[in-house]
Each structure stands twice: as C-alpha cells, then as structure tokens.
C-alpha cells in the first residue's frame, strides 16, 4: 500500500515522447528495465568507484555500487510506503553518466570542457538517459518518465539549469532556478547513496589495506558498534568484526532515516507529490545521526580518498582521460563516426561529443585508447 505522498506511476507526468502504456509494467516498473538493459548500465560494472577498476576483483565497482543504493533505498522505501519501483530505477540510473577512473576522471573531464560549458556527472547521467543510448526506432535516449529523470538530476549548476529550462519549461531542472525539492523517491536515493559509500568504502579502505580496522575506530560511530559487535560476540576475529560491524551500523542508520522521515511526514502531512516538492526535504538522518555521518564521511576523505596511494593513481587517470581528450580534438578521425556526427545532432559542438565518448569508456577501454593513442604504458599499481 503506497502512500498518498508517494509518485503514482498512473499519474505520472509523462515522458518526453508519447507511448502507449505497456500491458504488464506501469511506467516506473518500465523504467527501471529500460535502464537495466541499457548500455551505459552493464558498462557500470567495470567502471571504478573508488579503488580503480583493475586494482582488484573483490573492490566495488559503480555497478556493484548501484546494485547497493538501490537495496538500501528499497528497504527504506518499502517502510515507508513510497515507490519502490520509481526509487529502484532512480538508484540503478543515479550513476550512469559518471567517467571512468571515478571523481579523478570527472575532475579531468571537467577541467578539459572548462571552455565548452564544463562536465557534470548528475547532468551527464540525464544526458545518456535523454539523449545517449540508441535503441529505439522513435527517440534518442530511453524516454523516461519525468519522476525517474527528476531523480536522477539530484545537483544541476546554474547555468546549465537554465540551457535544460528553455528546452523543457517547468522540467527537470525548474526547481535548481525556483528552489524546492524533489519527489521523496528521490531524497531517499540521494540519501542512500551516501549510507551506501561511506559503508562499502570502509570495507574496501580495509580491504586493500589503506586504512586499519584500529584506525576507523577512532570515528564515533563505527567505534559505536564496534564495541557493541564485540560485547556481543567476544570471538569474535578479523574480518568478521568489520562485517558485522559495517551491518550493525548500516541497520542504526537505515532505521534512523526510517523514523526521522516518518516524524517529518507526521508534521508536513503531504498529500500529493506536489506538496513534497514545495515543502522542506523530509528524507533525512536526525541530527546525531547526520553528526556522526558526517564524520564518518570526513574520516574516509582525510584517510582513503586523500591516501598517497590512491591519489597516485588518481593523477595517472586524469593523465589518461586529459590526454584521449587532446588526442581526440587534434585527431578527430580518431573518433568512432557515430560518436563525431551525433555532435552536430546534438548541437554540443565536437568537444561535447569527445566528452560524451570519454564519460562512456570503462576503465580499462581507457587505457587501451591511452596506450594505443599515447604510446605510453599504463603503470599498474598493486593492491587488493
Ligand atoms: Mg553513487
């Protein structure tokens, strides 16, 4: 039973091209496999989150990354009584314009298209939904419904909030120019995509031996249950402790989204989407909780993603993705002939259709075109 706060697939507020509805799926249900049998979706798999895709096989990958958003975001929305389906497709697209190589090749790419409006990769991952994969006779894209596009656009400068604007008035990016929120399918990802990394980059942190198990307990909240694992279970060894300690901590924080979103619906008492979306966000931690997340989060950047180690391979990817960039402008017969012409379809100019070809590579396609164009070697690290 769904609440009446929560998207109605049956009023949706459309797609972008007509179709005819589907017989067996309502139209959140046909979104979420659209976005499964998309290109970009198994390209996923072999992209990197944080540890690069190569580095070892046990490491997420924005895939796996995904697969996890989207489980703890249906869990929470099944509690209370949102769209699970809307939230599972918003959770598997959210990531889908991000460049190989993680942050580092986003930074690169963005440094690159500095003078050719820039690269965002929430904008990105609309812009291979909306205009990116070719599979159907009648529209680029996969012409998703506004709510699960809604979704996916979770930050938008400015700038490029007015360009969307003027296509599509009163869209996707209206409410980064009048202010307001987005549908609570939609808080609940962006929220579960943060309970997601800073759980699973604990475990990967640990894993490839960056941080210690000691280390991490000097954050509260991981100490928090810790301790509690451990007076539960005094047997308790190795890796075993970091797992249960990551579930126990995982299930505080899911829980206390749970009850801090159900007292925030008890006062707003939303009716309608509509109300959710000119209220203040309702999809949130308490303040302890969204405290000591917040450390959490502080840690993993001063400790993993600042770690020498990491940063040296962030430096050789924005190598990578800074010289296919160069390479591909100067040479552009370099570039596949379907990717240079979708750049006067687009009217991006040649640079946006490089990025567009570059945000797509996986990983280790990367390198191959590095290596092939540069006739330079990749310098593997390794770890895990
Ligand atoms: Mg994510």
Redesign the pocket.
Known sequence: MRAPYACDPSRSRGRRFFEPPAPTRDAFQRDRDRIVHSTAFRRLVYKTQVFLNHEGDLFRT?LT??LE?AQLARSIARAIALNEDLVEAIALA??LGHTPFGHAGQDALNACMASHGGFEHNLQSLRVVDELEHRYPAFDGLNLSFETREGILKHCSRKNAARIEALEPGGVAHRFIEGGQPSLEAQLCNLA?EI??NAHDIDDGVRSGLIRIEHVSEVPLFDRYRREAMDEHPELKGRRVLYETIRRMLSAQVYDVIDTTRDALDTARPTHPDDVRRSRPLVAFGKTMREQSAELKKFLFDHLYRHPQVVQSTRQAQDVVQTLFETYCRKPHELPESHASSSDESGGGFPRAVADYIAGMTDRFAIKEFERLSGRRWQEGDRG
Request: glycine residues 0%; proline residues 0%; without cysteine.
């Open positions: 924005r990354h995904s958003v959210h990531d995509d997601a990394y």
